[in-house]
């Protein structure tokens, strides 16, 4: 079982940006596939961004497209999800999840390994 842990969130005002970083506790992190989803309270969760093993596929939901870039550093064995123009909207709690292969989509049952999470505030 390979540990993820989040980090990053906080609290900002609109227009602002933030970082989150997930952190993963093996190598073996790098082969496989990582994704970021969301959930305010009272909410369903969803999905935001995610990326394949190798870095080549990224995928984003419309609702952050062109605002958030999703990225890996196997080196440093972390995902990163840039988060810029942040709205009120996109206030959550976010998550980073693992698939089990190199490559997976936008459904949450495609991910079976979650961190704890992290909770984004944007303020008006």
């Known amino acids: 079982q390979v540990q993820l842990a989040e980090s990053g969130g906080g609290l900002v005002q609109a227009g602002g940006s933030l970082r989150l970083s997930c952190a993963a506790s093996q190598r073996t992190f790098s082969l496989l596939a990582v994704a970021w989803f969301r959930q305010d309270p009272g909410q369903e969760r969803e999905f935001a961004a995610t990326i394949s093993a190798s870095g080549g596929i990224a995928i984003y939901a419309d609702s952050v497209k062109g605002r958030f870039t999703i990225s890996r550093d196997d080196a440093k064995n972390t995902v990163y999800l840039q988060m810029n123009s942040l709205k009120p909207s996109d206030t959550a709690v976010y998550y980073c999840?693992?698939?089990?292969?190199?490559?997976?989509?936008?459904?949450?049952?495609?991910?079976?390994?979650w961190g704890q999470g992290t909770q984004v505030t944007v303020s008006s």
């Open positions: 999840a693992e698939a089990p292969l190199a490559v997976a989509g936008r459904g949450q049952l495609d991910y079976n390994n």
